[in-house]
């Protein structure tokens, strides 16, 4: 059963920082590329960044370029995104995906429950 818990959301000021964190089932660890979205109100699911099985490739979202930063620990079971520098644009629920390394989020199966990040100006 593919399991995932995300946890680290919260309210920030412009300019700060957050780490998310995605608690995984080890199958999820062991056989699928890793990813974060973000959805705002009114808005379309967006990848923010996904990192592949062995953690050697990475994508992300051209307005999350050189502030946000993707990683896994497959031994931990653990996902994270550093997210530094935030604005209030960043303001979203974000969610933990498992799939296929991928933009779309039709290429992911498996999905957390969100945790919410509020970046006040």
């Known amino acids: 059963q593919v399991q995932l818990v995300e946890s680290g959301g919260g309210l920030v000021q412009t300019g700060g920082s957050l780490r998310l964190s995605c608690a995984a089932s080890?199958?999820?660890?062991?056989?699928?590329?890793m990813a974060w979205f973000r959805q705002a109100p009114g808005e379309e699911r967006e990848l923010v960044a996904a990192i592949s099985l062995s953690g050697s490739a990475t994508t992300y979202a051209d307005s999350v370029k050189d502030r946000f930063t993707i990683s896994r620990d497959n031994a931990m079971l653990t996902v994270y995104l550093q997210m530094n520098n935030l604005k209030p644009e960043d303001t979203a629920v974000y969610y933990c995906a498992a799939g296929t390394l991928s933009h779309f989020v039709r290429n992911y199966a498996f999905w957390g429950q969100g945790t919410q990040v509020t970046v006040s100006s």
């Open positions: 080890r199958r999820t660890t062991s056989m699928y590329a």
